[in-house]
C-alpha cells in the first residue's frame, strides 16, 4: 500500500517536471498582467454614515401612550426602495448641483447614483447608509445630502400623521360641538313647550288631577247650594211681592162683590158680567207677575227696587217696605255667590280637561324627550371622545416636536474617505502569482491526460503481454539501417 502511494507520488512528479515549462510561464507572465490591471483600473473609495433611530419615549411607561412607533423594522424594505426612487433621486441630485449646472438629471445619472447607495439595517434600530465613488471629494457631500433626505422619509409619515390627525379631530370636533349646542337648544325649546308634559310633572299631574276632581264635586255641590238658595229667596220674594198682594186683595173684593152681585142678580146681568170679565183679568195679570217673578232678571231687580220705593213712599209704618228690600239685597248676594261657583267651576273644568290632555299625551312626549336626550348623549359621547383624542394628539405633537432632536443620533457622520477600496498592487501580484500557478496545473493537467506517449512500464506490460526485464538508454548509430535506426530513435520513457 505505501509502496504504491510513493509510486503515483513519482509518476506526479514527474509529469509535472515534464510539463514544468508549461506551469512555470504562466507564473512568470501573470503577475505583469494582474500589476497592469491593478495600475490601470479605477481606484474605488466608500463612504458611509450610521443613524440611530432612538424611541426614549417608548421604553416610559408614563409617556409610551402618546408617542408614535416609527417601525423601522416594518418599513425597511419600502424605505430602501423609495431611497432608489427616482424622485427622490432626482431631488438630491438636484441639491447637490444647485445652481452651478443647468443640465437636467437624466435616468443615467440616476441609475448611476442608485448603484452607488445601499441601506442596511443593523439591528432593529440602527442604519447604515453607504456611498461608493471613485470622486472621494464629493461623497461627503452627497451622503449628506442623501442621509436628509433618508430621514425625512423616515420621519414623514409620523409628522403628517399627527399634523393631520390633530386638524381632522379639531375639524370634527368643531361639528360635533354644534350638534351637541343644537341639539341641546332643541331639548331645551321642547321642555318649555311641553313643561307639564314632562316625565318629572307626571306624578304631580296625577296628584293635581285627584284634588282637582275633588275640588270640582266640591264646587258642583256649593253650585247646587247656591242655586237652590237663589230659588228659594226668589219664591220668597214671590210670596212678598208687594205687586202681587195688592192684585190678590183686589181678586178677593171683586170676588166679594161678585157674589154678592149674584145673590141679587142673575149671570146675565151686565154688572155681573162686567165684575167676572174684571176678574178674568185681574187673575190673568196675577199669573203674569208670578211668570215674570219665577225668571227675575236685572231690569226686574231694578223694577223691583224701584217698586220697593215707591211702596216705601205709599205707605207708612215701614213694615212691607225693608222685608222687600232686604230681599232684595239677599237675591242679589246668592246670585253674585252663583256666578262666582260657575266660574270657579268653569275654570276648574278647564283645568281638569288640560290635565287629562296632558297625561293622555305623556307617552308621546315622553318618547320625544327620550330620542332627544339620546341625541344630546350621543353627540356628548363622540365630543367627548374627540375632545379626550384632540387633547392626546396635542400631547403626542408636542412630544413629538420636544423629542425632535433627539430622535436620531448619527454615530458615524460622512467623511472625505482617503483609502480607496480597490486591492494595492502586493494583492493584484499576489493574485497573479496564484492564478499563474492555478492556470499552469491546469494547462499541465490536460496536456498530461492527453498526452498517447508510453511513459509507464505497466503500460509496455499491458500491450505486449510480458514483463519488462529492464529498460536500454537511447543509442547513437551513425551507419545502420533504416530499421534498426527506427528502433533506436523510437521515444522510449526513462521510467521504463
Wanted: aromatic content about 6%; glycine content about 4%; charged content about 25%.
Amino acid at each position: 500500500m505505501q509502496n504504491d502511494i510513493f509510486l503515483n507520488l513519482h509518476h506526479i512528479i514527474a509529469a509535472g517536471w515534464r510539463r514544468r515549462y508549461t506551469i512555470v510561464l504562466p507564473i512568470i507572465i501573470m503577475p505583469f498582467i494582474a500589476a497592469l490591471v491593478g495600475v490601470m483600473s479605477q481606484k474605488t473609495y466608500q463612504n458611509h454614515t450610521t443613524l440611530l433611530v432612538q424611541e426614549t419615549s417608548r421604553m416610559n411607561p408614563f409617556l409610551e401612550d402618546f408617542s408614535v412607533s416609527t417601525q423601522l423594522k416594518e418599513r425597511m424594505t419600502a424605505l430602501k426602495a423609495l431611497l432608489h426612487s427616482r424622485h427622490v433621486l432626482s431631488s438630491v441630485i438636484d441639491e447637490i448641483n444647485g445652481d452651478i449646472s443647468d443640465k437636467p438629471t437624466t435616468e443615467a445619472d440616476i441609475a448611476r447614483l442608485s448603484s452607488k447607495l445601499s441601506v442596511q439595517l443593523i439591528g432593529s434600530d440602527m442604519v447604515k447608509i453607504a456611498y461608493k465613488d471613485s470622486n472621494p471629494s464629493e461623497m461627503k457631500r452627497t451622503l449628506e445630502v442623501v442621509s436628509k433626505h433618508f430621514l425625512n422619509k423616515l420621519l414623514a409619515p409620523e409628522k403628517s400623521s399627527i399634523g393631520a390627525s390633530e386638524d381632522f379631530l379639531k375639524s370634527q370636533l368643531e361639528r360635533h360641538h354644534l350638534a351637541l349646542i343644537a341639539a341641546e337648544n332643541k331639548l331645551s325649546a321642547f321642555k318649555s313647550e311641553n313643561v307639564d308634559r314632562l316625565p318629572e310633572q307626571y306624578q304631580y299631574n296625577v296628584k293635581t288631577l285627584r284634588e282637582l276632581g275633588a275640588l270640582r264635586e266640591e264646587k258642583l255641590a256649593s253650585l247646587a247650594g247656591a242655586k237652590a238658595a237663589l230659588k228659594s229667596l226668589s219664591t220668597q220674594l214671590l210670596k212678598t211681592n208687594p205687586m202681587i198682594s195688592s192684585v190678590e186683595e183686589t181678586i178677593m173684593a171683586r170676588t166679594a162683590q161678585l157674589a154678592i152681585l149674584k145673590s141679587k142678580y142673575t149671570d146675565s146681568h151686565s154688572k155681573v158680567i162686567t165684575l167676572t170679565k174684571e176678574l178674568k183679568r185681574l187673575e190673568s195679570q196675577r199669573d203674569s207677575i208670578l211668570k215674570e217673578t219665577n225668571s227675575l232678571a236685572n231690569t226686574d231687580i231694578e223694577k223691583l227696587w224701584q217698586l220697593a220705593t215707591n211702596l216705601t213712599d205709599q205707605y207708612e209704618g215701614g213694615i212691607q217696605r225693608p222685608l222687600l228690600v232686604s230681599q232684595l239685597e239677599a237675591i242679589e248676594q246668592a246670585k253674585s255667590r252663583y256666578q262666582q261657583l260657575e266660574q270657579e267651576l268653569v275654570h276648574v273644568t278647564a283645568r281638569v280637561d288640560q290635565l287629562k290632555a296632558n297625561l293622555e299625551q305623556f307617552g308621546a312626549t315622553e318618547q320625544q324627550l327620550t330620542e332627544l336626550q339620546r341625541d344630546i348623549a350621543t353627540n356628548k359621547q363622540v365630543y367627548n371622545d374627540l375632545l379626550k383624542r384632540y387633547e392626546m394628539a396635542k400631547v403626542t405633537g408636542a412630544l413629538g416636536r420636544f423629542e425632535e432632536s433627539e430622535r436620531i443620533k448619527i454615530i458615524d457622520r460622512p467623511f472625505v474617505p482617503v483609502t480607496p477600496m480597490t486591492p494595492p498592487l502586493s494583492i493584484y501580484l499576489i493574485a497573479g502569482i496564484l492564478g499563474g500557478l492555478a492556470i499552469g496545473l491546469c494547462a499541465a493537467f490536460l496536456l498530461e491526460i492527453s498526452n498517447t506517449k508510453i511513459v509507464k512500464r505497466e503500460i509496455v506490460e499491458n500491450i505486449v503481454g510480458v514483463p519488462v526485464i529492464t529498460r536500454l538508454p537511447r543509442f547513437e548509430f551513425a551507419h545502420q539501417t533504416g530499421s534498426q535506426n527506427a528502433i533506436a530513435e523510437a521515444p522510449v520513457d526513462r521510467e521504463l
